[in-house]
């Protein structure tokens, strides 16, 4: 293969369903009820939980609509990075590039916390097996960084494997939860009333929910391996939201059902991820638990190898284009993986574990739970900022995308995910735990700030001092220049 190959990703590998599962496994609803929803209930006792994912995935729907348009037009792996840049301006972009940075970095390494510490519970509960969590994490960080450097498409097969059988595990629950309601009183409708949302309590609700939606933007990011540009992506991302929106809200139901409306907060504050657990062990059998427990944690790791991916081709799309190191921007010359890329994040993430470990820090209060905060602030931010760069895009350029499409959905969606982003941050205590020290609610979520000011002086620097490689930020891959472009000689022609 020629030297050449070596800084390209491979070409026409995904389809549909390969990107569906991508974003799905990144959303992992295994984890989000196992340990988001129950965590949502613990904290805020609200009975409108299953109702708020429905919300959630309306205004995310309506983010969709301009999200896939640009879609359409812009093919490549930095994703938001480079639909700001075009959208809104190359500072912008590169802004916008290190807060992805910051928030997939996060959630992935936060996730390793999780990881293992479920697993080291369930080795020590069933064998007997008493091992501290950071060598299951460790375990898993290995296989992460192998299957990272592999061909993308075997990359989602794994993930499909994995997350059908969550899938069919979090429908068994429930299945069993609507089935035997509380005390014999019926199925309770109360999680859908709105009622029981829009309460004191909402910032709360919808700062978690928000966070369990996290990775069902991430199509994009493999705009230049699928098949067919033009549709793969937003067809993937629009079915991941209404499955992902859907399934939470019933799963979340089924919850409130099997325990009842008013014991619901109750019993996830008890049991945590046992109600889940403990309910398919109490109507089905110990067998069916034991094997939910371990997709349990299949669904991490799931989750854990799909965010790799992604910051994999984030760094890959800012090394091709010099905004990074340029060796960040090489492939593997046998499987076309990202492969500086993928060792980069691997790098990080070892760094930031071996930091926690040392600290002995708790592996889900602290490692997990400050990291996933993160990350929900940066995502929010994300998609406001590419919602108004997709009203900038189209306001400039010439496309067959209505009005609906290029102007109206994606103003509708800046405004509501800017709303949402004040609520997040405003809130962002309930994210944390009561013994968590109280400035860190403000030095969490000023991460991501930093990171978006870091990247936009970067910009700068490059415009000033570098304006080849500024030139180049967030161009759509392969396409040439051409008269017909609006705007300056330096924009991109869309893909067609």
Not at 9 to 29: D, E, I, M, Q
Not at 75 to 102: K, T
Not at 238 to 244: D, G, Q, S
Not at 279 to 300: E, P, R
């Amino acid at each position: 293969m020629s030297e050449q190959l070596a800084g390209t990703l491979a070409r026409r590998r995904l389809g549909v369903v390969h990107l569906f599962f991508f974003v799905v496994a990144a959303s992992a609803p295994l984890t989000v009820l196992g340990g988001g929803v129950t965590t949502m209930f613990a904290v805020t006792g609200s009975k409108g939980i299953p109702l708020s994912f429905l919300v959630i995935a309306l205004i995310l729907g309506i983010f969709a609509v301009g999200y896939a348009a640009m879609s359409r037009h812009v093919a490549n792996a930095g994703a938001f990075y480079s639909y700001i840049a075009q959208g809104i301006g190359r500072p912008a972009g590169v802004g916008g590039s290190f807060v992805a940075l910051m928030t997939y970095n996060t959630i992935q390494i936060g996730l390793y916390g999780l990881f293992g510490f479920i697993i080291g519970d369930f080795m020590n509960t069933k064998f007997s097996v008493d091992q501290p969590w950071w060598v299951w994490a460790l375990l898993g960080w290995v296989l992460i960084g192998i299957l990272g450097m592999l061909r993308v498409d075997l990359n989602a097969s794994v993930l499909a494997v994995l997350l059908i059988l969550e899938i069919i595990a979090t429908a068994v629950f429930d299945i069993v939860g609507v089935g035997n309601p509380a005390d014999g009183s019926g199925v309770s409708l109360a999680g859908f009333d709105p009622g029981n949302l829009f309460t004191s309590g909402l910032g709360a609700v919808f700062a978690f929910a928000i966070a369990a939606f996290t990775g069902f933007e991430s199509g994009a990011i493999y705009s230049e391996e699928v098949k067919d540009p033009r549709h793969t992506v937003a067809r993937a991302t629009f079915f991941a939201v209404l499955f992902t929106g859907i399934f939470y809200a019933i799963s979340a139901w089924a919850m409130t059902v099997v325990v009842g409306p008013d014991n619901v907060q109750q019993a996830a504050t008890e049991a945590g991820p046992g109600v889940v657990f403990g309910t398919l062990a109490q109507y089905t059998n110990n067998t069916i638990a034991d094997i939910a427990t371990v997709l349990f944690f299949t669904s991490v790791f799931a989750a854990l190898l799909s965010f790799h991916n992604g910051v994999a081709r984030y760094f890959f799309a800012l090394g091709r284009e010099r905004v990074l190191p340029q060796f960040l921007g090489r492939t593997s010359r046998r499987t076309m993986a990202p492969i500086a890329g993928s060792i980069a994040q691997s790098v990080i993430a070892i760094v930031v574990l071996i930091f926690f470990i040392i600290a002995d820090r708790d592996p889900v209060i602290d490692l997990f739970t400050w990291l996933s905060g993160v990350s929900a602030v940066g995502v929010v931010l994300l998609m406001a900022a590419t919602s108004a760069s997709v009203v900038g895009y189209f306001r400039v350029r010439r496309g067959d995308e209505s009005a609906w499409q290029g102007r109206v959905a994606p103003a509708i969606a800046t405004i509501l995910l800017t709303a949402l982003l004040v609520t997040l941050v405003a809130n962002f205590n309930y994210l944390l735990t009561p013994d968590t020290p109280s400035y860190l609610r403000w030095v969490l979520p000023g991460l991501i700030a930093l990171a978006a000011i870091a990247g936009i002086l970067w910009g700068a620097v490059l415009k000033s001092s570098r304006p080849d490689v500024y030139e180049g930020i967030g161009r759509t891959v392969g396409q040439p220049l051409t008269a017909d472009e609006s705007g300056s000689e330096s924009d991109y022609v869309p893909v067609h």
